[in-house]
C-alpha cells in the first residue's frame, strides 16, 4: 500500500485552528487565517518554489535550484517579497501591468489543431501562437524549465529552453528565473512542439509577464479547503477548484436555454422594478430600505408576480422575467436570502398549460447542459424524460398517512386525525414532527392542516419529477377556485429531489373576490404577529427569550393599484414561477445554493 502524503506542520496547524470555531470570520481571524495559509503556500509556491506539480516531462529528483534567495514565512514577507520583485522590473523598463496581449489562439484551440502532433517533433510550417494565461506551476531545471499556464479553456505546458529564450533577448532565461511566480499572468509566443514524453507544449521564444500576482495561491496539492473560505473568495476558488468554473458556465446555459425557448415560443423578455411601494405576490418577509428624495420606505421585490400581471392586463399575452428576488428569511442549503427566478404568464391559458411549459423549460434545459433527459443527481438518477407524474395533494397525503381530509367536517376533527397520523408517521420513520404538530394544533382551517401534512409527510419523498396538484385556497391567494373541487385551487407545485422547483395557478382574475382574499390574508398575518408578540412578552416575563426571530413581525398591506388594474379586466391566465438556483442544482448535481450562486451571502 502507498503511504499517504504528511501534513506539513502549517496545514495541519491550520485545520485545528479552523474546527476550534464556526464563527464568522471576522477581520482579525481572516488575516490570520490568510497568514496561516500563505505560510503554507510558501512551502510550495515560493520557498520551494518554483517547483509547484510537476508535468510528465518534470519527474526526477525536486531540486531547489532556482528557488527564491529568501526563504517566505508569512503572507506579508511573500507579499513585500512580489512587491520588491515589481519594484525591480520597472526599474528594468518592464511594465508589470500590461495594457493588452493579442492571444491568437485558446489552450483548447491549440489542443484540438495539434491533437495528431507525434512525440518528440516540433509543429511545422506553422506561425508561432501566442497564447496567454496564469502559472499554476513552474519548475527550472539547469537550461531548462517547464512551466503549466491555464486559460479559460484549460491547461497546457510551456517548454522554457534558455538557448531559445535568450536568442529573442539576452537574460530572458535568468530573468524569468527571478521573477516568475505561481499565480502570475503571462503571455507566451512560440511554436507548438510535442515532447519525448508525448506532452503537448508552447516552445516559448518570449514570455512576458501580464500581471505580476502578489499573493500566493493555496497549495496545488492540498487546495482550498476551507467551505466558507471558498464561498467568501469565489475569485480564489475559480482558480484553484476543479470544476467550479464550469458549474457557472453550465448555469448561464441554463439561461440562454430557457430564454431562447421561450422567445421561440413569441414570449416577451421584460423587467419590472426591484423597489416597490408594497411587497405582494408571495408570502415572504421582505428586505426594506430608504429613499432620501421621496423620505420613505421601499421594499425589495419578493416575486415579479404583480407587476407582470399588469402587463397582461396592458394586453401583452405572453411575458417573462429572470431576475433577482429578494427575501429577508433564513439561509441554509437550499436558501439564499437573494436568487434567480423566472416568472412567465400567458393570457387565455391555465394551469394544465403551465404543467406542459414547465416540462419543456427542464428537459431542454438538462438536454444543453447534461445531453441527456437521464440526470444523475446524489446517487440516483432523476428520468425527466418521461411525462411527469400528477397527483393531488389530497392523495399524496391519504398515499402517505392513510387520512382523507376531504372527508372531515369540523377543524377539531381533523386536527385530531391528522395529530395522531402524524405522530404514528414519525414513530416509524424515526424522526421527530414537533413543528408540525404545533402548527396543525394553531391552524385555522382544514386545508392548512392538510398543507402541514403535506409538508411533514410527503414532500421530502417526491424524488422523481411529481407535479402536485389542487391546494387549498386558504394558502393561495392568488389562484382561481378550482372547477370542480370546492375548497381548493387550480395550482401545482413541480417537486423534484423531494424540493419544490415550480409554482402555478390558474390566475385569479375577479377583482372583488382578490381584494377578498388579500385583506383576509392581511388579517391573518396581524393575527399571526400579535400571537408572536403575546409569546414573546410571555417569554421575556419568565426570564427567556427565543432565538428564533419573529417572522411575522413585519408589516404586509393589500397592493390597491394591483386590485384597479383587475378591475380594468385581466383576460384567463395561467402563470408559473420557477427557482432557477435549484434548476442549476439538479442539472449540475449540487446538494447546496451556494454552489450555483457565484458570491452568495454570507454571515
Request: contains cysteine; proline residues 4%.
Amino acid at each position: 500500500m502507498q503511504a499517504l502524503r504528511p501534513l506539513p506542520s502549517c496545514v495541519v496547524l491550520r485545520g485545528a485552528n479552523l474546527m476550534l470555531s464556526r464563527k464568522p470570520l471576522r477581520l482579525t481571524t481572516r488575516l490570520n487565517y490568510l497568514r496561516q495559509q500563505a505560510a503554507c503556500s510558501s512551502v510550495s509556491a515560493d520557498k520551494a518554489a518554483q517547483s509547484g506539480s510537476r508535468t510528465s516531462d518534470q519527474q526526477g529528483p525536486k531540486s531547489n535550484k532556482g528557488s527564491n534567495a529568501a526563504s517566505t514565512s508569512s503572507a506579508e514577507d511573500i507579499r513585500a517579497l512580489r512587491l520588491d520583485k515589481v519594484q525591480q522590473l520597472r526599474v528594468m523598463g518592464k511594465d508589470p501591468y500590461a495594457y493588452k496581449f493579442d492571444k491568437t489562439h485558446t489552450v483548447a484551440q491549440l489542443h484540438e489543431q495539434h491533437r495528431d502532433l507525434p512525440a518528440g517533433q516540433l509543429a511545422e510550417g506553422s506561425a508561432p501562437v501566442q497564447v496567454a494565461g496564469r502559472v499554476r506551476a513552474r519548475r527550472f531545471m539547469g537550461k531548462l524549465a517547464f512551466a503549466t499556464l491555464a486559460d479559460d479553456s484549460g491547461e497546457i505546458q510551456l517548454y522554457l529552453e534558455r538557448t531559445a529564450l535568450n536568442e529573442a533577448a539576452p537574460d530572458s532565461f535568468k530573468h524569468l528565473k527571478a521573477f516568475l511566480d505561481i499565480g502570475d499572468i503571462v503571455g507566451v509566443t512560440g511554436p507548438m512542439k510535442r515532447t519525448d514524453k508525448g506532452e503537448l507544449s508552447v516552445a516559448a521564444q518570449d514570455l512576458q509577464i501580464l500581471t505580476k500576482s502578489l499573493l500566493p495561491l493555496p497549495d496545488k496539492y492540498y487546495g482550498l479547503s476551507d467551505v466558507e473560505l471558498r464561498h467568501r473568495q469565489r475569485y480564489l476558488d475559480m482558480i484553484v477548484t476543479d470544476g467550479v468554473k464550469e458549474t457557472f458556465r453550465k448555469r448561464s446555459k441554463v439561461m440562454s436555454t430557457i430564454r431562447h425557448m421561450l422567445e421561440q415560443q413569441d414570449f416577451l423578455e421584460v423587467e419590472t422594478p426591484v423597489l416597490e411601494s408594497t411587497a405582494g405576490g408571495a408570502d415572504a418577509r421582505p428586505f426594506v430600505t430608504y429613499h432620501n428624495s421621496l423620505s420613505r420606505n421601499f421594499t425589495l421585490r419578493i416575486a415579479t408576480e404583480l407587476h407582470l400581471k399588469r402587463l397582461i392586463v396592458g394586453g401583452f399575452e405572453k411575458v417573462f422575467e429572470i431576475g433577482r428576488i429578494f427575501r429577508n428569511e433564513g439561509i441554509s442549503a437550499r436558501h439564499n436570502p437573494e436568487f434567480t427566478s423566472i416568472e412567465l404568464y400567458q393570457a387565455y391559458a391555465d394551469y394544465n398549460d403551465m404543467m406542459y411549459i414547465t416540462e419543456d423549460i427542464i428537459r431542454q434545459a438538462a438536454q444543453a447542459v447534461c445531453g441527456t433527459q437521464q440526470v444523475p443527481y446524489q446517487g440516483q438518477t432523476l428520468d425527466l424524460e418521461q411525462p411527469f407524474r400528477r397527483a393531488t395533494m389530497h392523495e399524496l397525503v391519504q398515499e402517505a398517512l392513510g387520512v382523507d381530509f376531504s372527508s372531515f367536517q369540523s377543524l377539531e376533527e381533523a386536527q385530531s386525525a391528522a395529530t395522531q397520523a402524524l405522530e404514528q408517521h414519525a414513530a416509524d420513520q424515526d424522526g421527530s414532527k414537533n413543528s408540525s404538530l404545533r402548527n396543525i394544533q394553531s391552524a385555522a382551517s382544514i386545508g392548512q392542516i392538510l398543507a402541514e401534512c403535506f409538508e411533514a409527510a410527503v414532500e421530502s419523498t417526491l424524488q422523481q419529477p411529481t407535479f402536485v396538484l389542487d391546494f387549498p385556497v386558504e394558502i393561495s391567494p392568488l389562484a382561481k377556485p378550482h372547477r370542480t373541487k370546492a375548497g381548493l385551487v387550480e395550482r401545482f407545485e413541480l417537486y423534484i429531489a423531494g424540493r419544490e422547483l415550480a409554482n402555478s395557478f390558474s390566475e385569479l382574475t375577479d377583482p372583488v373576490e382578490q381584494r377578498r382574499r388579500l385583506e383576509a390574508q392581511v388579517a391573518a398575518h396581524q393575527l399571526a404577529g400579535k400571537a408572536a408578540s403575546e409569546a414573546q412578552a410571555q417569554s421575556l416575563t419568565h426570564g427567556s427569550q427565543s432565538e428564533q426571530p419573529d417572522d411575522t413581525a413585519h408589516e404586509i398591506a393589500v397592493d390597491d393599484d394591483f386590485i384597479t388594474a383587475l378591475e380594468y379586466g385581466m383576460p384567463p391566465t395561467g402563470g408559473m414561477g420557477m427557482g432557477l438556483d435549484r434548476l442549476v442544482m439538479l442539472l449540475t448535481d449540487h446538494s447546496s445554493i451556494r454552489e450555483v450562486i457565484a458570491f452568495p451571502l454570507l454571515k
